[in-house]
């Protein structure tokens, strides 16, 4: 099994670039509401989550090699989800709490735990 690659991994890369675009180029062009309220929540995991990780594995709290675990990617999930929707907007005015923000995060934790598990899916491994 490969090392995780945490600042490294490709979908980090590939995610953060996605970011940055639709923060500056993107939004501006399309009208659309995914664009402008959820495609960024959406990434908040692969984003997020091997910066995290990578805390983590320095502090000595995770294995260094090893692939987010599902349980991390939930838990992350969870307090992220209750962290941004739930105390963010009683604490910033400007901050609003919606429930298709927690359904974007979970598009994202699902893609990233797919993507970062495939060759273990693929052939029908153990547990993840």
């Avoid at 090392?3 to 996605?18: A, E, H, K, N």
């Amino acid at each position: 099994m490969k090392p995780f690659r945490y600042l490294c991994d490709p979908l980090f890369l590939l995610c953060c670039g996605l970011y940055a675009a639709n923060r500056f180029l993107l939004k501006s062009h399309f009208q659309g509401a995914f664009f402008r309220f959820w495609f960024n929540d959406v990434l908040l995991l692969p984003c997020a989550l091997p910066v995290v990780l990578r805390v983590h594995a320095y502090l000595g709290w995770r294995e260094s090699s090893a692939l987010p675990k599902a349980g991390e990617i939930f838990a992350h999930f969870v307090g992220w989800s209750i962290l941004f929707e739930f105390f963010g907007p009683r604490v910033m005015n400007h901050a609003t709490g919606d429930g298709w923000d927690v359904v974007a995060y979970a598009a994202g934790a699902l893609v990233s735990f797919v993507w970062w598990h495939r060759f273990r899916i693929l052939r029908g491994q153990g547990s993840l």
